[in-house]
């Protein structure tokens, strides 16, 4: 069955190690602006705000990407960046209504989750506070991923106007 | 390199010169990085005699070769100085977010030396590193503080170590806070941030961490990350306030008794309860986040902060006879913004306390504040006079209890929770935790849990002594042996840069270490020889006391501990970890010293002055130590 990633923001302590994880994946050495989760902290209120791709049924970066550079696979619901034919204009960056794109400073290429190919090591190693799960996609389950991405984006847009 | 940056940022403040030197290859393979290098640093870069508070002390910051890699638990930050409260070795270290932000930014350490003339902010922005003017930020509070820094310089990312008003003003319990809420606490680091004129260090690194072996650190990561599961923090070590109450373990006014009525208001689950926790909060890389973060929404003692921690509750509850949450949540929000150490605040208040209560102060000394066990209105304003040295009551406290009973005589040192090398002591009471007794009496800083946090089960017990501990307390030999074993892992710990929260996971596990160290840095090393290094660091770090005019009988504890027996009674006595009631229900000095010769001769320490034998210093490799302290005569 598909799965699919549930970020509870309530439950992150902001300790930014998903960030830490994801550039290792794919890296193989740590440097967090490589890592395709960004957590946006708000230290006077103790808040992290882990924000990702959301693997949107018809995701705004696929329609708006003017090279068709990304798109998505309806199996897996993994949204790929090619990365020959990205040419790091910032559209997507810009459409993601979940702050979940970002550009790769050296390469200069957009940096969107790809779920570790289908087993997320974010989620996998957030076991114990379980900020950000890995479950199967069930109406419930979407119908809760949907409600705690739409908390998260208006927590995030009090915090970039209060800080 | 591989885990460490390979670089330290050396700051002069009194030249405003900024450089940055290559970490030495000898430095790191025999001390590792954070406490370890910090020591030899300071020894290397100050002379004898420094008073804590001139330009010539340095202030060293650092971090260890595993922070800003995927092992978790890795935020540490170490900061090292001599201590303005004890005129002796200082290491305090720090969670929050700045040892990971430093790292990426390309530095292991910062050395700082010298003094601005005005104050300043040190901005270190990957190689860009700036000494800017702070002098629209002094005054303020640390979050303040760190509201404005972020906004001027345009990046909330940015990560801030910073004083309040109590460094600014060089309390002698100042901290120096990073995100906020976490604090590198004890004895004066904030003091001596303050004497230099430092009023923050901001960092932004967006550099990159390599590690020599990623495959086997993701194999040791996953497990890691297993058995931390396992690990109780759901309410932080606050936590510990009920049960230890319960036991009649949990000091409280100022040490006279072991539990106090109502108690369960001031832990860590009542404010999960009764609805002030919000969430908790994470250290850099820390997948448990054991702080929490309450909430006052209103009322006169309204605010926020993260925290308190046992320790907290304990000095600003237990210990002054206040059992009240939105109290303690303020008092815990106060310091933690003025920049002041929570333990020594606390003690240092319940001794004006008690001395109050005896008449040794009156309220022409305490600014007309009835200053009685329990009177919370009362507490609250003594922590804001002794931030900002006000009034003749916040210049006596601000001083630390025992400069504090030196100056207002009248025996009240019988009171001042403190031992001969001058500080705070830290919230267990040893009289009914007796296995702590030599370790606090022992640790280069003061009498805290901060150089050997002991827990041993009884099976560890057996692993570490090699026999059966069927008496307790144990037999002084045992003592030694279990807080030797302890002293050695927190070095290595602190080395590393891991919190001691990561328990057997890491911090006791030294084979889990040895691993993880080789497979970030590449460097094959046994977990006996790191356990070596720990040994290395901690008779370093005691030789810089000798240096610096230490002899045995700075090795004490409080007088009450020593003198008079606890009134009350323990629930569960004598099961390991603890309780474990003192014979007599006192330390006195008979037994403390037996334990002591125990722990002296295993360490290879002369029993007549505690100073470590040149040969204990050749066989650790510590051999440019021992000809600097032939040079002045004590070895």
């Known amino acids: ?163 | 390199m591989y885990g460490w940056c390979g670089r330290i940022l050396y700051v002069d403040l009194s030249r405003r010169k900024i450089s940055k030197k290559p970490l030495p290859k000898d430095l790191i393979s025999r001390f590792i990085g954070g406490r370890g290098v910090n020591a030899k640093l300071l020894w290397d870069l100050s002379k004898p005699g420094t008073d804590p508070l001139s330009p010539e002390n340095p202030l060293i910051v650092g971090t260890g070769p595993l922070t800003g890699t995927i092992v978790p638990l890795t935020g540490r930050t170490t900061v090292t100085t001599k201590s303005p409260a004890t005129g002796l070795y200082l290491k305090s270290s720090m969670g929050g977010h700045f040892a990971g932000e430093l790292k990426f930014a390309g530095y292991d350490h910062i050395i700082i030396l010298g003094k601005s003339e005005k104050p300043v902010t040190l901005w270190i922005n990957d190689e860009n590193v700036e000494i800017l003017d702070a002098s629209h930020l002094w005054g303020k509070d640390v979050r303040e503080t760190t509201r404005i820094l972020k906004k001027d310089l345009g990046d909330r990312d940015i990560r801030i170590a910073a004083i309040g008003p109590a460094g600014e003003n060089m309390v002698k319990f100042a901290s120096i806070m990073n995100s906020i809420y976490n604090a590198c606490a004890r004895a004066g680091t904030g003091a001596v941030m303050g004497s230099k004129n430092l009023k923050a260090i901001a960092v932004r690194g967006t550099g990159s961490i390599k590690v020599k072996n990623p495959d086997k650190l993701w194999s040791l990561v996953f497990e890691i990350a297993e058995k931390l599961k396992s690990r109780p923090f759901t309410y932080g070590t606050s936590h510990l306030i009920a049960e230890f109450n319960e036991k009649h373990i949990l000091p409280s006014y100022n040490f006279t008794k072991g539990s106090i009525e109502g108690g369960y208001k001031i832990s860590g689950k009542y404010f999960a309860e009764a609805g002030y926790l919000r969430r908790k909060h994470g250290c850099f890389s820390c997948i448990i986040g054991c702080h929490l973060y309450n909430v006052v929404e209103k009322g006169p003692y309204a605010g926020y902060a993260v925290g308190p921690e046992y320790e907290t509750a304990f000095a600003l509850g237990s210990n002054t006879g206040i059992a009240d949450t939105e109290i303690l949540l303020k008092a815990n929000e106060l310091c933690n913004i003025y920049g002041l150490d929570t333990i020594s605040t606390g003690v240092t208040i319940a001794w004006a306390m008690e001395s109050y209560e005896r008449g040794v102060l009156t309220k022409e000394d305490t600014n007309g504040l009835d200053l009685k066990f329990g009177n919370g209105e009362a507490m609250i304003k003594a922590i804001r006079m002794i931030a900002f040295r006000e009034g003749k009551l916040g210049n006596l406290l601000a001083e630390g209890v025992k400069r504090a009973s030196k100056k207002v005589g009248k025996d009240s040192y019988k009171w001042a929770i403190c031992n001969s090398k001058g500080l705070e002591n830290s919230g267990v009471d040893t009289r009914t935790w007796s296995s702590r007794a030599l370790t606090y009496s022992v640790n280069s800083r003061g009498p805290d849990h901060l150089f050997h946090e002991i827990w041993p089960t009884p099976e560890l017990a057996k692993e570490i002594t090699g026999v059966e501990i069927t008496t307790l307390p144990p037999p002084p030999w045992a003592d030694a042996k279990i807080a030797k074993w302890y002293g050695d892992h927190f070095a290595v710990t602190d080395a590393l840069g891991i919190c001691k929260f990561s328990g057997e996971t890491m911090y006791t596990n030294a084979k889990a270490m040895s691993e993880l160290y080789s497979a970030v840095t590449g460097v094959e090393i046994s977990p006996e020889d790191l356990l070596l290094i720990g040994t290395r660091i901690y008779n370093l770090e005691r030789c810089y006391n000798v240096r610096e005019g230490f002899t045995r009988e700075l090795d004490d504890l409080p007088w009450r501990f020593m003198h008079e027996s606890i009134s009350w009674k323990v629930k569960s006595a004598n099961t390991l970890p603890y309780p474990i009631v003192a014979k007599g229900g006192v330390n006195s000095p008979e037994d403390l010293k037996k334990a002591q010769d125990e722990f002296y001769k295993l360490q290879g320490w002369r029993l007549d002055n505690g100073w470590p034998r040149r040969e204990t210093l050749v066989k650790l490799g510590l051999e440019d130590i021992a000809e600097d302290l032939e040079k002045i005569g004590k070895l």
């Open chain 1, 1 to 163: 069955m598909k799965k699919v990633l549930i970020v509870d923001y309530e439950k992150c302590n902001g300790c930014t190690y998903c960030m830490l994880v994801c550039s290792m994946k794919h890296e193989d050495y740590v440097q967090r602006s490589k890592s395709r989760i960004k957590v946006y902290k708000y230290e006077e209120e103790a808040l992290g705000l882990p924000m990702l791709c959301e693997q949107c049924d018809e995701p705004p970066c696929v329609e708006a990407c003017p090279s068709n550079a990304i798109s998505k696979d309806p199996k897996l619901g993994i949204v790929s960046v090619n990365q020959d034919a990205c040419n790091g204009c910032g559209v997507c960056v810009n459409v993601c209504p979940y702050y979940g794109v970002r550009i790769d400073p050296e390469t200069g290429k957009a940096l969107i989750c790809d779920l570790c190919g289908g087993d997320p090591l974010c989620a996998k190693l957030c076991t114990i506070r379980e900020a950000i799960m890995w479950v199967e996609a069930t109406p419930s389950t979407l119908e809760r991923k949907r409600k705690l991405a739409e908390a998260r984006i208006n927590e995030l847009k009090r915090i970039l106007e209060v800080s």
